[in-house]
DNA sequence: GTGATTCTAAGTCACTGTGACTTAGATGTC
DNA sequence: GACATCTAAGTCACAGTGACTTAGAATCAC
């Protein structure tokens, strides 16, 4: 159940999977193509592949091997990230306290009508 | 106005920082005690020193030289470092919406019915 | 089939941040 | 004066990151 992993992934990993993301599943020239811009050059390939490379070893990213061209598939989610990165502020900042970090941001943030209303719901199916 | 820098602190700088907050002002020899036990040993000390001249370096807090025994203090808030943080989590994984990630939020914290409702009140407020 | 292209594999490299550590000399204490 | 404690100003090893290189296998164009 409870994958307590703590993912760590660097600005230009982000880019990657953000790639990923949005595209489901990409060979590492789609993936450089779409980080570097089009076309990629070949060092710029290569430095999509090493990325690739730590993110298989992370198991943020899966290889299928089959065809000769590997297909890459995330295997963390956006808001896994998030989530993560959420308990790690908490953790560091507000004593682990999530409720702590939530009321702070609850002073920040400028929300719509609709975010409010959504929000007093969640919160009224909590009582 | 708006100071936009981004605040970057280590893992160590930050207890640093910590100690700081609780004191109000230290020594380095305080700092030191209170970060690594006391008393802390020399190495530990100069570790100490180390730290507080990166984080004087990154105007993270302040050096008073007027007694022998230099005095610190912090520069920065916690709640500053907290903002700063939300703000870059928001633009790293959220299209810099912080409104996204206060919804995420949301979703994952268990208030107690106090928090309910203060939470409530600040968003009638807003409304 | 041959040659050119594109891919994988498996490195190296330079730069940076971090925490630990060293030493010299100034200041303070007894 | 002797000794402890402080500041100043370094160095050092290690890890993470992104850029870069090269060799060889698979694929494609002709």
Redesign the interface.
Known sequence: MGKKKRIEVSEYE?SVLGCLWHRGEATIREIADDVYGHPADAVQYATAQKLLERLEAKKCVRRDRRSHKHLFKALVA??E???N??DS?AS???AGS??T?????????????E??D???R??DD??
């Not at 970090?101 to 009508?113: C, I, M, N, Q, S």
């Open positions: 982000l956006r808001e990230l998030i989530d990165s959420l502020l560091k900042l507000c999530l409720n970090l939530f009321l702070r941001l609850a002073g920040k943030v400028k929300l719509t009508g975010e409010r959504e929000i007093r969640m919160i909590a009582d």
